[in-house]
């Protein structure tokens, strides 16, 4: 016998880590799968699912955050934990290679500034052709300089670590060197990133590659203590 909308709903939800998001619009789409529906009939049956299970009681610690994304919590010695937000944000602007973090925090992660900025900034296909801040989140998104797809994406993250290079409070005697090394560590080319640099960045972050291009030719081997892991990259 077939379980019933609510029954489904909650086995989904249940299935879900603590503290993770959970999007009822991916319950829905996974409903219309299994029971035949269309994608509006889904998306109405488990709005009214959730509805019961929230109103019943059914899993207590459901939480709602916003509309459509709920999470389930657990008690710490500070009280109910909350939504994971890092997963909010990979899912909202990083993934699947829609986005990478860049600015400051970049600039910090290789080792380049003590100096850390109150928000994060990210590069996203989804922030469209503005700048804003998503406060709700505590990060800043802009667009990219070229729409952002799982080949570029390093490409471009190191291109605006370069433009932001010399307007930076930079700590680094050497950045050059530190930015060449990470280069040879991830295995990028720098005839693509030549190519990235002319087409979209302007003519100073060209030849702050050509600098780090030139250092490069000096680098043996990279010396992975003078940088931390770029966002990017964490899992």
């Known amino acids: 016998m ?18 993770a998001p959970i999007y009822t619009g991916q319950i829905a789409e996974s409903m219309a799968v299994i029971y035949g529906l269309s994608r509006k ?7 009214v699912a959730v509805k019961r299970i929230m109103d019943g009681g059914m899993i207590p610690e459901l ?16 009280g109910e934990a909350g939504i994971n937000k890092e997963q909010l944000i990979a899912d909202k602007y990083l ?9 400051l925090t970049v600039l910090h992660y290789l080792g380049l500034t ?26 800043v998104i802009r667009p990219p300089k070229a729409p952002v797809t799982a080949e570029n994406k390093d490409y471009l993250q190191i291109l605006d670590a370069l433009d ?5 409070p930079v700590d680094e005697e050497h950045p050059y060197e530190i ?3 990470y280069i040879q560590r991830k295995g990028l080319q720098y005839k ?43 899992k």
């Open 192 to 234: 693509i990133l030549l190519a990235i640099a002319d087409r979209y960045y302007n003519h100073n972050t060209v030849l702050c590659l050509a600098h780090t291009a030139s250092m490069g030719g000096n680098c043996r081997r990279p010396r992975q203590s003078q940088y931390h892991t770029p966002p990017a990259e964490q």
């Open 179 to 181: 930015i060449a090394e």
């Open 95 to 103: 993934l699947p290679d829609i986005g990478y973090e860049t600015g």
């Open 114 to 139: 003590s100096q850390m900025p109150r928000e994060r900034t990210i590069a996203t296909n989804a922030a469209k052709d503005c700048m804003r801040t998503d406060k709700k989140l505590g990060v």
């Open 63 to 78: 939480r709602c955050y916003q509309k459509g994304i709920y999470y389930r919590t657990f008690i710490t010695p500070f």
């Open 164 to 168: 932001l290079l010399e307007k930076a």
């Open 41 to 47: 009939n889904a998306a109405a049956a488990v709005a």
């Open 2 to 19: 077939r379980k019933t909308y609510t029954a489904f709903v909650c086995e989904q939800m249940k299935d879900i880590p603590t503290g």
